[in-house]
C-alpha cells in the first residue's frame, strides 16, 4: 500500500495510463504511425526511446542547477542527441536487422515531443531520481501503446506476431485474408484513435 | 564570470564530453557493425540467386557457410575472361559465379548505380544462358522511403527475375524500368525487357534503369562468353 502512495512512484505511474504521452496528450504520434507494422520493431523503438528518456530525464536533472538558464534548450538537445546516437549504434552492432527497418525512426527520437518535453518541464525542476522515474513511466507508457497497435496491426495485417504466424492455415483455406489496409499508416490513427475513445470511456466512468 | 562566458563555457565542455561519449560508441562498436554490413551484403547476393529462404531466420554462421560453399568471386577483363581474385586486378569487373560443384549456375554482378539522392548497392544474377536475369537485390540505397525507397521491396525486387537482357535476335538491349505496370505500359513483344515501376519514384526508375543499362554494358563480354558458351578461363 505504502508503495503506491509514493511520489515516485506516482510519478512513474501516471503517465503508464492516467496522463499516457500518446493516447492523452496525443504526442509522439508520427513514429508512432511508422514503426507499428510489426510487433519486432515496435518493442526495440519503445525500449530505444525509454532508454533515451530517462536517461536524458536523469543527465538533465543532474546537471539542472548548473545548465545556464538562456542555452539550456541546446543542453537538453545535446544530451538527447548523444543519447539517441548511441542508441543507434548499439542497434546497428546488435540488431542490425532491426535497426535496418527502423531506418529513420530512431534517430527521429531526438524531435520526439516526448523526450525534450520531459527534460524541460519535468528534469529541469525536479531531483534525479524521481526524474529518472518520470522517464521511466513516459517512455513505458509510449511503449506500451506502440506494442498495443503493433499487436493489432501484425496480427491482423499479416496473421503474425513477432514475425511467427498465429493465424492458422484451416482460417485461410476457409476464406479468411489478412487486411492490407493494417498494414498502411492510416490503420494506426484508426487503432489509435479506437484506443484513445476506449480509455476516455473506462477513465469517466 | 559574466554569464556569457559561463554560458560558453558550459556548452564548451558539453560539446567536449559528448563527442567523446559518441566517438567511443562508434570506435567501440565499429566491428560488429562491419561484420553487420558484411554479412548483408553476402545475404544480398545469396538471395539475387534464390539461396534463402525470404521467411527464415539465419545465424551469422549459416549465412558464411552457404556463402563458402556456392560462392566464388572472380575479376572480369574486358575480353570477358575471368581472373582469380589473387591476380593484377586493377582496373578489372568483380564477378561473383554461382557454383555449388565445378559448374556454373549463375554470375552475378555487383551494382553500383546512381539513385536520386545517392548511390543504389546491390546485385544483378544473370543465369548461365548469359541473358536471364535471376534477381535483383539492394543492400543499401538513400531513395526516399515510401517513394524511391521501395526499390528494397520484394514485389520490386521479383519483378526482374526472368527477364531478358537481350532480344532475339541477341542483341543486347538491358532492362528497362516501366513508369507504372509493365502490361498496361509497354507493347507486348518488349515486354520480356522491362520490370514493373514504382509509383512516385519516377526519377529514380529513370536513373536505375540508365545505370544498369551502362553497369551490364560493361560487363556485355562476360555476358556474350556465356551465351556463346565460349571459354571463361585464360588457362583453358
Not at chain 2, 74 to 90: I, M, N, P, Q, V
Request: glycine share 8%; with cysteine; hydrophobic share 45%.
Amino acid at each position: 500500500m505504502k508503495l503506491t502512495r509514493n511520489k515516485t512512484f506516482k510519478t512513474f505511474a501516471d503517465p503508464l495510463w492516467q496522463n499516457n504521452p500518446i493516447s492523452i496528450q496525443v504526442l509522439g504520434i508520427c513514429s508512432a504511425l511508422a514503426v507499428t507494422v510489426q510487433m519486432n520493431t515496435a518493442l526495440v523503438m519503445a525500449l530505444a526511446l525509454t532508454f533515451v528518456i530517462s536517461f536524458s530525464n536523469l543527465t538533465v536533472s543532474i546537471l539542472r542547477n548548473s545548465i545556464p538558464g538562456n542555452v539550456r534548450i541546446i543542453f537538453e538537445l545535446s544530451i538527447i542527441s548523444t543519447l539517441v546516437i548511441i542508441a543507434d549504434q548499439v542497434l546497428q552492432a546488435f540488431m542490425y536487422d532491426i535497426s535496418r527497418q527502423l531506418s529513420v525512426f530512431v534517430g527521429l527520437i531526438i524531435t520526439n515531443c516526448i523526450v525534450m518535453g520531459r527534460a524541460e518541464t519535468f528534469a529541469m525542476s525536479n531531483k534525479p531520481f524521481i526524474s529518472f522515474a518520470d522517464g521511466l513511466g513516459n517512455g513505458l507508457g509510449y511503449g506500451g501503446v506502440l506494442v498495443l497497435v503493433a499487436f493489432f496491426r501484425e496480427l491482423l495485417g499479416s496473421g503474425k506476431l513477432f514475425g511467427y504466424d498465429i493465424v492458422p492455415e484451416s482460417f485461410y483455406a476457409a476464406g479468411y485474408e489478412n487486411m492490407g489496409f493494417m498494414l498502411l499508416a492510416p490503420a494506426a490513427f484508426i487503432i489509435i484513435g479506437l484506443l484513445v475513445w476506449l480509455q476516455k470511456t473506462i477513465m469517466n466512468k | 564570470m559574466s554569464d556569457y562566458r559561463k554560458s560558453f563555457m558550459s556548452v564548451g565542455i558539453l560539446c567536449v564530453v559528448c563527442s567523446l561519449l559518441i566517438t567511443t560508441a562508434s570506435t567501440s562498436l565499429r566491428g560488429h557493425q562491419l561484420r553487420n554490413m558484411q554479412l548483408d551484403r553476402q545475404k544480398n547476393l545469396l538471395r539475387s540467386v534464390s539461396l534463402i529462404d525470404e521467411q527464415k531466420q539465419y545465424l551469422a554462421e549459416e549465412i558464411e557457410s552457404i556463402y563458402r560453399d556456392n560462392i566464388r568471386s572472380f575479376y572480369a577483363d574486358s575480353d570477358g575472361r575471368l581472373l582469380e581474385a589473387t591476380e593484377e586486378t586493377a582496373g578489372k569487373l568483380p564477378i561473383y559465379l554461382y557454383m555449388p560443384e565445378d559448374q556454373i549456375l549463375a554470375y552475378i554482378v555487383p551494382i553500383d548505380a546512381q539513385g536520386l539522392w545517392g548511390k543504389i548497392h546491390g546485385y544483378l544474377a544473370i543465369d548461365n544462358d548469359g541473358s536471364t536475369i535471376t534477381g535483383f537485390t539492394v543492400y543499401r540505397h538513400q531513395e526516399t522511403p515510401g517513394l524511391g525507397g521501395e526499390i528494397e521491396r520484394q514485389w520490386f525486387q521479383k519483378n526482374f527475375e526472368g527477364k531478358k537482357i537481350v532480344d532475339r535476335d541477341g542483341n543486347f538491349v538491358s532492362v528497362g524500368i516501366a513508369r507504372g505496370a509493365v502490361e498496361h505500359r509497354v507493347p507486348e513483344e518488349r515486354q520480356i525487357h522491362y520490370v514493373d515501376g514504382i509509383g512516385g519514384a519516377t526519377l529514380t526508375g529513370r536513373f536505375l534503369e540508365s545505370s544498369l543499362k551502362d553497369i551490364l554494358k560493361e560487363y556485355e563480354p562476360v555476358s556474350v562468353r556465356f551465351r556463346k558458351q565460349m571459354p571463361l578461363k585464360t588457362t583453358e
